[in-house]
């Protein structure tokens, strides 16, 4: 069974410019989640989907949005992009939600911004 | 609401040498917890997990974690430390009903010398 894909894998951006990144989960998987990984902030929450319906949000501002799609998966969008958003982005998938079930992560994207 | 903390940022042992790394929680309803390993510009694989049921867990790897309610704490141990071992180590904590918003503690880096 495939992993959780994302894509692209490495990504240079401007600041002021806006970025999407893409999240496939493995099959059968509906519950997708993002993460911000930062050597200051350390893994920070950013959304959750199940069923193409936010869950859950952490604590971003409204330039980071996400969606998910009928077949799980999903996308996140960055607008307005500044420097501290620098980070590898991270998507982890689950089968079902309830808080016993793990996550399967992907490889993440490195995202740049200069 | 709950949080975690990782005591110790890195942490460096001899190869065959015990593993010990900490974590302790806070958590206003009966957690589940997670250890997460991550290898460089590599996503996080799930090491094992603690759901209530025994309080011992074994994971992958040789890895094992016991949860103790009375100290709040899940630490994870090895008996012997492999050079595979080398990674960085994630605790997580996550409720019944939110399985994607896992809180994470700040990670350690585990470095294991020859």
């Known amino acids: 069974k495939a992993g959780v894909t994302q894509t692209p894998r490495y990504l240079i951006k401007t600041r002021g410019q806006q970025v999407t990144l893409s999240c496939s989960p493995i099959s059968g998987h509906r519950s997708v989640s993002w993460y911000q990984q930062t050597p200051g902030q350390g893994l920070q929450f950013l959304f959750e989907y199940f069923s193409e319906t936010q869950r859950n949000k952490g604590n971003f501002p409204g330039r980071f949005s996400g969606r998910q799609f009928s077949n799980s998966r999903s996308e996140m969008n960055v607008s307005t992009l500044e420097l501290g958003d620098s980070a590898l982005y991270l998507c982890?998938?689950?089968?079902?939600?309830?808080?016993?079930?793990?996550?399967?992560f992907g490889q993440g994207t490195r995202l740049t911004v200069v | 609401a709950q949080s975690v903390t990782q005591l110790g940022s890195h942490v460096s042992v001899s190869e065959g040498a015990l593993v010990l790394l900490r974590c302790n929680y806070s958590s206003s309803v009966p957690p589940y917890l997670f250890w997460y390993v991550q290898y460089p510009n590599q996503g996080l694989q799930l090491l094992l997990k603690?759901?209530?049921?025994?309080?011992l867990v074994k994971g992958i790897n040789g890895f094992e974690a016991e949860f103790k309610k009375s100290e709040t704490s899940f630490h994870l141990t090895k008996p012997s430390a492999h050079m595979s071992d080398a990674a960085e180590y994630f605790c997580a904590v996550s409720l019944s009903t939110n399985a994607g918003k896992s809180t994470f503690g700040d990670g350690t880096t585990l470095t294991v010398k020859p």
């Open positions: 603690y759901t209530s049921a025994a309080t």
């Open positions: 982890a998938s689950s089968p079902r939600v309830g808080g016993n079930t793990e996550a399967f």
